[in-house]
């Protein structure tokens, strides 16, 4: 009878074994499933770049508090990732117009190699070139195209912009015409 009460006694010690195992996993399965703690959010440094048709680049630069990657993405869609270090990111997009400067001050010239390019204010020595297009022959011209083009021809809106830049292509194919823009 004794070895009946020890089998009785090391059975129900079993069964309380395995019920205290089956309830310790069932509380780290459960424990795994929950989402960890959210790190502290990050601040990152995010540069924006607008690309416009006629050259320009426009940037701005924002910190932001990133929480989920997923509203990140919502948040900035339509725009394209080209740079991504710890803590900063580098956005852009192609717009589908002139600069809003260029609205105000932008000039299709010809710098003093004959490359066709656009301007904030008129063309000169001390002008930069915000986008070269194609080399011209500027001496082969029509007198007053080339004139203009070294005084620099205004343009206000995307239409005028590539009206001017299709006159000097048109007179430029009949010349010698070399493509610049990458």
């Known amino acids: 009878m004794n070895s009946r009460k020890v089998r009785k006694k090391n ?23 929950e989402p960890a703690p959210d790190k502290k959010p990050a601040k990152v440094h995010i540069q924006f770049e607008k690309v416009y048709l006629d050259g320009d680049v426009g940037i701005e630069n924002r910190e932001v508090t990133i929480g989920k990657v997923e509203d990140f993405k919502v948040a900035y869609k339509g ?8 803590n900063f990111m580098l956005f852009r997009k192609q717009v589908d117009d ?39 022959d500027i001496k082969r011209l029509e007198s007053r195209m080339a004139d203009d ?8 809106t995307k ?17 010698h015409l070399k493509d610049m823009k990458t």
């Open 11 to 33: 059975g129900f010690l079993l069964l309380c074994s395995l019920s205290l195992a089956a309830v310790f996993s069932f509380q780290q399965s459960a424990a795994a499933a």
């Open 79 to 86: 725009w394209q990732l080209i740079d991504h270090k710890k």
């Open 98 to 136: 002139i600069s809003p400067l260029s609205k105000t001050n932008g000039y299709i010239g010809v710098t003093e190699d004959g490359v066709i390019s656009t301007f904030h204010g008129r063309p000169g020595i001390l002008s930069e070139p915000i986008q070269s297009f194609f080399q011209i």
């Open 149 to 156: 083009l070294k005084k620099g021809i205004p343009y206000r």
């Open 159 to 175: 239409k005028e912009f590539e009206h001017v830049i299709e006159a000097v292509k048109s007179s430029g194919n009949r010349h």
